[in-house]
C-alpha cells in the first residue's frame, strides 16, 4: 500500500454522518437516541459550532405547521411553488415532524419568541420567529456531549468507498495534520449540503463569496453519489434567490415584515403581472429590468418608524452589511425603497427539489447509503425544521440498516488510488493553471452557456452544448493541479466536485424540454410549459463517464409511497 509522502490513519465506526451542518447534528441526535450501542462518527470540514448554513443563525423557523394548517397543507404549498415536480411522499413524510423537531430545538435552548398566551409567535401561515444567532451553537453543543459520537472537526471527506452497489465508507483529508483517512463504516449519512460556486457570483474580486448560499458549500455529496452511480433527481431545478442589490441580503423579511411590494422604476407593482412563486418573483425581476422598466425595489418608502427600527435590528442580526449600507447612505428604508436583483443559480435541495434519489427511508439507490437536507432531492422548501426532520428519518433508517449489516471492507487498491492522486497534487507542480484560475473559467463557461446572470438566466441547446464541451476540457486540466498544502488540496477537490456537478446541471437542463420554472430553468428552444409530456421527473445516473438521463413518473395525487430498489 502507498503512503510514503502521505500520513494515513484508518478509522472504523458503525454510523458515518458526512457533514456536521443542521441535518448531520439532528441525525446524530436521533442515532444516539435510538441505539447508545451504536459507535457514531462525523466528519466536518470546518468546525461544527459554525459550520453550514446556520453558521451565522436565522431569524425565522420557515416551515412550521401553524395552528389552523395541517401538514398536507405544507405539502401542497410546496408541491404549487415547484409546479407539481415534487415527491408528495417525501415532503409529506418531512411536514408530519416540523413542529416536533421545532419542539426539541426549544427544548435544546433555541429561544422562539411567544406572546402573552404563550403560543409562538407566527410570521405568515408557515413561519416562526426566533431569536437564532445561536442555533449552530445550540445543534453543535448537544451534539458533543453524546457519549457514543465523535466529531473529527477540519476534516473534508473527498470519496465515498462503494463495492458492489453498497457503501463500506469513505476517504478524507485532514486540513490541519496532512492526514489521509481511510474510514470503514456499516452505514453512512450524506448531510453536506448543495452547491454554491457553480456560476459567477453577483459581486466579483474580493466580495466574490458575499452570496446567498454559503461558498464553502461545494456540493461534494452530489459529486460523490453522481461519480459512483447514484440516481439523482431534478438538478435542472436550479434556485435564484431574489435578493437586496449588492449586499445579497434576504429580501423575505422587506416583503413579509414591512409588507413591501415589488416595483418597477415607473413606481408599479409587478409581482402580480408574472405570479409569486420564488422563481416567479425572480423571472418579473429579469424581465421588467430588459423591457426597459428597471431598476426594481421593493418599496419602503413611507413605512412607519416602529417597522423601520424592525427591519434596522432584524438585518443587523441576519445580514449587517444592509443595515450598514442604510445608515452609511444617509437613506434609511423609509426614505429611499431597497433596490433587488437575482443572484447567480444554485443546486440546493431545500429549497427546489435538486438531490439524491431517495425512498421515504431516505435511502439513495446505493445500499447502506442515506442522505438528508439539502443533499436529498424530491422535497423542496425544508429550510432548517426540514432538514432537521430529514436528519430524524435517515438516521432512524440508517439504525435499522446498521442492525441486518456487517461494516463494510475497504480494498488495497481503493486506497492505493487515492493516496496516488493525493500524492499526485501535492507531489512536483506540473500545472499551468491554479485551483482558482480553473475556478473563475468554470463559473465564466457555466455563467455564458448555461443560463447565468450573463445571459438572464436563459439557455439554449447550443449554448449548453458548448458549456459541457468546456467543462470537459476543465476537468482533465484539474487532472495537473498542484497544491502546496492540505489547505490546497482541499481546493482542488471542491473544484473537482462542482466541475462533476457542473456536467450534471448541464445534462438535465438540456434533457426538460420545456420552461416550467421562468428563470430557474428557462429554455429558449423550449420557452413554453408542457404538461402533457413533461409532468415528469428528470433523473440521471452515471455510467461510464457519462451521464444518462431516467425519466420516471410522477407520484399520484396524495401517494404516501413511492419507493426504489437499490
Not at 256 to 269: P, R, Y
Given at each position: 500500500m502507498g503512503g510514503d509522502i502521505v500520513r494515513v490513519e484508518r478509522l472504523k465506526t458503525d454510523l458515518l454522518i458526512i457533514g456536521g451542518g443542521t441535518a448531520g447534528c439532528y441525525a446524530a441526535l436521533t442515532a444516539s437516541e435510538k441505539s447508545d450501542a451504536t459507535e457514531i462518527l462525523i466528519c466536518e470540514k470546518a468546525n461544527i459550532k459554525r459550520s453550514g448554513c446556520l453558521a451565522a443563525g436565522v431569524n425565522a423557523l420557515n416551515a412550521y405547521i401553524v395552528e389552523g394548517r395541517t401538514p398536507q397543507d405544507y405539502v401542497d404549498y410546496a408541491?404549487?411553488?415547484?409546479?407539481?415536480?415534487?415527491?408528495?411522499?417525501?415532503?409529506?413524510?418531512?411536514?408530519?415532524?416540523?413542529?416536533?423537531?421545532?419542539?426539541?430545538?426549544?427544548?435544546?435552548?433555541?429561544?422562539?419568541?411567544?406572546?402573552?398566551?404563550?403560543?409562538?409567535?407566527?410570521?405568515?401561515?408557515?413561519?416562526?420567529?426566533i431569536n437564532g444567532e445561536n442555533i449552530k451553537p445550540i445543534l453543535a453543543a448537544a451534539v458533543e456531549k453524546l457519549p457514543n459520537v465523535t466529531v473529527l472537526n477540519r476534516v473534508n471527506i473527498i470519496d465515498f468507498s462503494v463495492n458492489g452497489n453498497k457503501i463500506n465508507g469513505a476517504f478524507g483529508i485532514g486540513i490541519e495534520n496532512d492526514t489521509f483517512y481511510i474510514i470503514e463504516a456499516k452505514a453512512v449519512i450524506i448531510a453536506t449540503g448543495g452547491a454554491a460556486g457553480l456560476y459567477k457570483p453577483n459581486n466579483p474580486g474580493f466580495s466574490r463569496h458575499k452570496m446567498w448560499y454559503p461558498p464553502f458549500n461545494t456540493g461534494a455529496g452530489y459529486a460523490m453519489g453522481i461519480k459512483h452511480g447514484a440516481e439523482m433527481t431534478t438538478f435542472e431545478m436550479r434556485f435564484i434567490a431574489l435578493r437586496c442589490k449588492d449586499t445579497i441580503a434576504p429580501t423575505g423579511?422587506?416583503?413579509?415584515?414591512?409588507?413591501?411590494?415589488?416595483?418597477?422604476?415607473?413606481?408599479?407593482?409587478y409581482e402580480a403581472k408574472y405570479g409569486l412563486t420564488t422563481s416567479e418573483r425572480v423571472y418579473g425581476t429579469v424581465n421588467e429590468n430588459i423591457e426597459g422598466r428597471g431598476p426594481c425595489y421593493l418599496r419602503t418608502e413611507g413605512i412607519s418608524p416602529e417597522q423601520e427600527e424592525s427591519l434596522l435590528?432584524?438585518?443587523?442580526?441576519?445580514?449587517?452589511?444592509?443595515?450598514?449600507?442604510?445608515?452609511?447612505?444617509?437613506?434609511?428604508?423609509?426614505?429611499?425603497?431597497?433596490?433587488?436583483?437575482?443572484?447567480?443559480?444554485?443546486?440546493?435541495?431545500?429549497?427546489?427539489?435538486?438531490?439524491?434519489?431517495?425512498?421515504?427511508?431516505?435511502?439513495?439507490?446505493?445500499?447502506g447509503l442515506f442522505a438528508a437536507g439539502d443533499v436529498a432531492g424530491g422535497c423542496p422548501q425544508k429550510y432548517v425544521t426540514g432538514a432537521l426532520a430529514e436528519g430524524e428519518i435517515a438516521a432512524v433508517s440508517a439504525v435499522d440498516y446498521i442492525s441486518e449489516n456487517t461494516t463494510g471492507s475497504i480494498s488495497g487498491s481503493e486506497i492505493d488510488a487515492h493516496i496516488s492522486e493525493i500524492e499526485r497534487f501535492i507531489g512536483e507542480n506540473r500545472s499551468q493553471f491554479t485551483t482558482e484560475q480553473l475556478e473563475e473559467a468554470m463559473q465564466t463557461v457555466m455563467d455564458s452557456y448555461a443560463g447565468g446572470i450573463k445571459t438572464n438566466y436563459r439557455f439554449n441547446g447550443k449554448q449548453l452544448d458548448i458549456a459541457d464541451y468546456k467543462i470537459r476540457q476543465l476537468t482533465e486540466l484539474s487532472d495537473a493541479l498542484h497544491a502546496d498544502d492540505f489547505q490546497e488540496l482541499m481546493y482542488i477537490y471542491e473544484l473537482r466536485e462542482r466541475l462533476t456537478i457542473c456536467r450534471s446541471v448541464i445534462a438535465h437542463l438540456r434533457a426538460r424540454h420545456e420552461t416550467r420554472w421562468h428563470s430557474f430553468a428557462e429554455n429558449l428552444d423550449h420557452p413554453e410549459k408542457d404538461d402533457i409530456n413533461w409532468r415528469k421527473y428528470v433523473n440521471s445516473r452515471m455510467e461510464n463517464g457519462e451521464i444518462k438521463i431516467i425519466l420516471r413518473d410522477l407520484t399520484e395525487e396524495g401517494q404516501k409511497t413511492y419507493e426504489h430498489s437499490n
Open positions: 408541491k404549487k411553488d415547484a409546479d407539481g415536480i415534487v415527491r408528495d411522499d417525501l415532503l409529506y413524510t418531512m411536514s408530519e415532524r416540523l413542529n416536533k423537531v421545532t419542539e426539541r430545538l426549544e427544548q435544546l435552548g433555541l429561544v422562539i419568541l411567544k406572546d402573552e398566551n404563550g403560543k409562538y409567535v407566527a410570521r405568515g401561515n408557515r413561519n416562526l420567529k423579511t422587506l416583503a413579509q415584515g414591512a409588507g413591501a411590494k415589488q416595483i418597477n422604476s415607473l413606481g408599479e407593482v435590528k432584524a438585518y443587523l442580526n441576519m445580514a449587517p452589511s444592509q443595515t450598514i449600507r442604510w445608515i452609511e447612505s444617509g437613506k434609511l428604508p423609509s426614505q429611499a425603497n431597497v433596490e433587488i436583483e437575482g443572484t447567480e443559480p444554485y443546486i440546493v435541495g431545500g429549497h427546489t427539489a435538486s438531490g439524491y434519489w431517495v425512498d421515504t427511508k431516505r435511502a439513495t439507490t446505493i445500499s
